[in-house]
């Protein structure tokens, strides 16, 4: 059964850094698309970056220059790292892959809140 289990996110002050992990169940090269979306109340989700099996990101112009994705293959997981984090950044972020058929999975979210 596939999982996604996320952490990392908190409350931070507005300009702070964080970084969310997605650690997956299963082998990560199961998946041909891993990536981060996040949802604000109010609001649609929304892609904020997903990176290839290849390793090719690919992020979302509102967080470009501020925000990074990485993998560690060793250790099945995927990384956002979130840079200068603005109030608007605040959101429940979820980890999503997509595997090589046509499923796709979502982790359980985790609040990140930019407040001072």
């Known amino acids: 059964q596939v999982q996604l289990v996320e952490s990392g996110g908190g409350l931070v002050q507005p300009g702070g850094s964080l970084r969310l992990s997605c650690a997956t169940s299963?082998?990560?090269?199961?998946?041909?698309?891993m990536g981060w979306y996040r949802q604000a109340p109010g609001k649609q989700r929304e892609l904020v970056a997903d990176v290839s099996s290849g390793g090719d990101p690919n992020i979302a112009d509102s967080v470009k220059g501020r925000f990074t994705i990485f993998r560690d293959n060793a250790k099945n997981t995927v990384y956002l790292q979130m840079n200068m984090l603005k109030p608007e950044d605040t959101a429940v972020y979820y980890c999503n892959a997509h595997d090589w058929g046509s499923s796709q999975y979502w982790g359980q979210g985790t609040q990140v809140t930019v407040s001072s």
């Open positions: 299963v082998n990560i090269f199961r998946f041909t698309i």
